[in-house]
């Protein structure tokens, strides 16, 4: 049975005061709060995170880069803006069917009526659309570090995923750490994939008893997450 289309929620129109709709603003902001990712959803995740739980740390992720040549202030920002539109639209997963032009379309729509109706062309609005604009045009090299960051993100969320519940979510690594670009993401992400390894290979060990010398033997207990406890027996 096919999901339901997507709904949503009407555009804000301008009351005309200034104060009153960029009140409103702050509070369409929640959404990016209380909206879970839909790909965690669709996957069984409890409790999965937020749009805002990804950019935040999307935005650590910048400030944790050793690359001099970046403007890791424009990275912040940038990781922070990316997926505003979000707040309006949700989290359009690509199981929907939704054309990515129209995907497009839905969020400048979006953007716009953040900018005008609610922001009023402000300074502070000129500011977000143009780095809403930068990241989706990934020409800079910031929008495309920070694009980066947003597939590392997903992946080391999935990697905590499968931990905590023991799920595979493959698909999950297969659209995001081949197509990292930046070298040190890439490193990154190249670790990542080495803890993912060591943790599904301790997964797949089974030791009842070791035995050893002195009449001694050590019992191994294994859970999903890895070696949880060693219990040393003696034959004493």
Same mark, same amino acid.
């Given at each position: ?14 009351? =005309? ?5 960029? *009140?409103? %603003?702050? +509070? ?6 209380? @909206?879970?990712?839909? =790909? ?5 995740? &409890?409790?999965?995170?937020?749009i ?6 999307? #935005?650590?992720?910048?400030? $944790? ?5 970046l403007?890791v202030?424009? $990275? ?5 803006v990316h997926?505003? !539109?979000? !707040? @309006? ?6 199981r929907? =069917? ?7 379309? *839905? ?5 716009h009526? %953040?900018? +005008?109706?609610?922001? +009023?062309?402000?300074p !502070?609005? @000129?500011?977000?659309? !143009? ?11 910031e ?6 960051l947003?597939? %590392? ?10 931990? #905590?519940? =023991?799920k595979?979510?493959? &698909?999950?690594?297969?659209?995001s750490?081949?197509?990292?670009? +930046?070298?040190e993401?890439?490193a990154?992400?190249?670790? *990542?994939?080495?803890?993912?390894e ?10 009842p @008893? ?5 009449? $001694?033997?050590i ?14 027996k003696?034959?004493?």
């Amino acid at each position: 049975m096919s999901a339901a289309p997507r709904t949503f929620p009407p555009l804000y129109k301008s009351s =005309g005061k200034e104060s009153e709709d960029r *009140l409103a %603003f702050f +509070h369409i902001l929640e959404r990016l709060k209380t @909206q879970k990712r839909t =790909g965690w959803v669709d996957n069984g995740i &409890p409790n999965a995170e937020s749009i805002s739980d990804h950019m935040y740390r999307m #935005a650590v992720l910048a400030m $944790c880069t050793s690359d001099t040549k970046l403007d890791v202030a424009k $990275c912040v920002m940038l990781a922070v803006v990316h997926d505003l !539109a979000e !707040a @309006q639209v949700g989290d359009i997963a690509p199981r929907e =069917g939704t054309p990515k032009e129209e995907k497009r379309r *839905l969020e400048a729509e979006a953007m716009h009526n %953040f900018v +005008h109706e609610m922001l +009023h062309d402000s300074p !502070a609005a @000129q500011r977000i659309m !143009a780095l809403w604009q930068e990241y989706e045009e990934r020409e800079t090299p910031e929008a495309k570090f920070v694009k980066d960051l947003d597939l %590392f993100e997903m992946a080391a969320q999935a990697s905590e995923y499968e931990k #905590a519940h =023991g799920k595979d979510l493959q &698909p999950f690594f297969d659209s995001s750490v081949p197509h990292l670009k +930046h070298p040190e993401v890439r490193a990154w992400g190249a670790d *990542l994939l080495k803890e993912r390894e060591a943790r599904r290979f301790l997964n797949l060990i089974t030791v009842p @008893q070791l035995p050893t010398p002195y009449g $001694c033997s050590i019992v191994i207990s294994t859970e999903k997450s890895g070696i949880t406890s060693r219990t040393l027996k003696t034959g004493r």
